[in-house]
């Protein structure tokens, strides 16, 4: 089994209440396969420009399995995203984004990766693209889409298309209620469980993360995090550390034990994400730490 | 062991999306005892006047070991709320309070009710009176206030005292960051958890519950409910779960895993109190449906 990942590369610019980074390593697949190593490092589509350091090149090859389908475009720098969190950490501002090489992404899925059983996760981008990488993919064991408020409001059509193209997605709280007019999430994910769905994962924030299948579903609270310091990244890192684990544990798939043991991992995971700067909070814990955490949480939670 | 509660006793004017009913038993005493009598029947302190119609005894008693400590004011009337909920039920919208006999309550706790071990509930009401019961049982082996944001923004001196007479609160997210001024849930428990207190619970409404004690936390979602009809009462309800599964089960104790079955249970228990209006979503359950409630909760949450 293996995992594939395509999404953004990206230098971030970020202020919150706990300091300030004016620029550093950032993006969904950054974030996804910081996560995702832990456990199954995943092979990466995405594209950076020329700009993109040694030091990142470095950490991306130690955090994945393989970086050949991550393309460089000459004469182009890397996408960069300027934004502050307000001081409950609710709401990110953007201040400037600069697309760059993101503009042109033109995801191509090397064949390289596919040579084994794998899960299919598309981060957030334009739909259009998202079903491009999926069509590429037609052997994959699960193919799963993050999306954000954006394409809800601005390419419902198209994201309409790319939800036909995977068998899940993964959305927060504002985002479902967004898609369906739904503030009950309950019915909200019923509306959006679609019938070739096999996994809906809806995230809750502070609030945790709720897991939706044909057959049962799944709620758990976030860890208890006191002292955030920058949100950035958690949904990534989260859905990194959850697809790592099905693909550890479960070779994809979706029995309600193996998915609540990934959601209870992942919950971990993120939780270490938000209490540092870009992918420092991951990149620093020890699966020793990981563990204690896991084994903390199920005291706090499981009855 | 045995739970005594004081609180309210009301005529509720209730408007949903899901309906309206003009009159109808309502009160924190009411819907703490309707909850708590699947567990362990508590004894009652509370006011009402001349109307408190015959139906409304029986019920009373049905729900209680005593109801010595009910008076009746003559020529009173009952406390009356009418209220209606936005669509999303997260606000009540209050109408019209005549507060009746509940203006003069003068709650006394009989001697009777205390010739055993006992838990003391404190429902919202007057933070003074709060502490007059509370120093009538200073042989309680647990006693905790519930309060409302009335009281927060307009009694903080007597609300303070209150908290000092207790060994314990349940606030919900809204009274929290309101006492606090902090929105990080864990930061505002760590500011509300006073040297002297037991427990600490925060209500989160559809997003479950946190338990507090000085050596522990627990963290629990709430029971997924796709259809509310009335949510009146439910914060009571889940109190009245709550103590009285301590009451029969650890005789107050609160070891983190018998804490952590209350919870999970006071959490099933409120989860009926919604689907219906009034007492009615508690009153039609049988003992079986919640346990069969409880079973699937932990299947959606325990890993």
Not at 94 to 102: D, H
Not at 134 to 155: H, R
Request: glycine content about 8%.
């Amino acid at each position: 089994m293996s995992l594939i990942s395509v999404g953004s590369l990206a230098y971030d610019g970020i202020r919150t209440v706990a300091g300030e980074k004016p620029r550093i390593l950032g993006g969904s697949l950054t974030h996804f396969s910081n996560a995702a190593s832990l456990k199954s490092k995943p092979s990466l589509v995405g594209v950076v420009g020329e700009d993109f350091a040694p030091a990142e090149w470095d950490f991306l090859k130690s955090k994945s399995h393989s970086i050949e389908g991550v393309e460089v475009l000459s004469g182009e720098k890397t996408f960069f995203w300027k934004g502050y969190y307000t001081e409950d950490f609710d709401i990110a501002i953007t201040e400037e984004t600069q697309l760059n090489a993101l503009a042109k992404f033109d995801p191509k899925v090397p064949e390289s990766y596919k040579k084994t059983p794998y899960i299919l996760f598309l981060a957030n981008m334009v739909p259009e693209l998202q079903s491009k990488a999926a069509l590429q993919c037609p052997g994959s064991v699960l193919k799963v889409l993050d999306t954000m408020n954006f394409w809800i409001e601005n390419n419902a059509p198209g994201l309409a298309q790319a939800f036909k193209d995977v068998d899940g997605i993964i959305v927060n709280e504002g985002e479902a209620e967004l898609l369906t007019g739904q503030k009950n999430l309950i019915k909200a994910a019923e509306m959006l469980f679609q019938p070739h769905f096999k996994i809906l994962i809806l995230k809750k924030g502070s609030h945790g993360v709720m897991v939706f299948t044909r057959d049962y579903m799944i709620s758990l609270p976030a860890y208890p995090v006191k002292e955030i310091v920058d949100p950035t990244g958690a949904g990534d890192s989260f859905a990194g550390a959850f697809f790592s684990y099905l693909d550890a544990e479960s070779q994809g798939g979706l029995d309600q034990d193996t998915v609540k043991q990934a959601a209870a991992y992942a919950t971990v995971v993120a939780s270490f994400a938000v209490e540092d700067f870009g992918v420092n909070g991951i990149n620093n814990v020890s699966p020793a730490q990981v563990q204690a955490r896991l084994d903390d949480f199920r005291k706090i939670v499981s009855f």
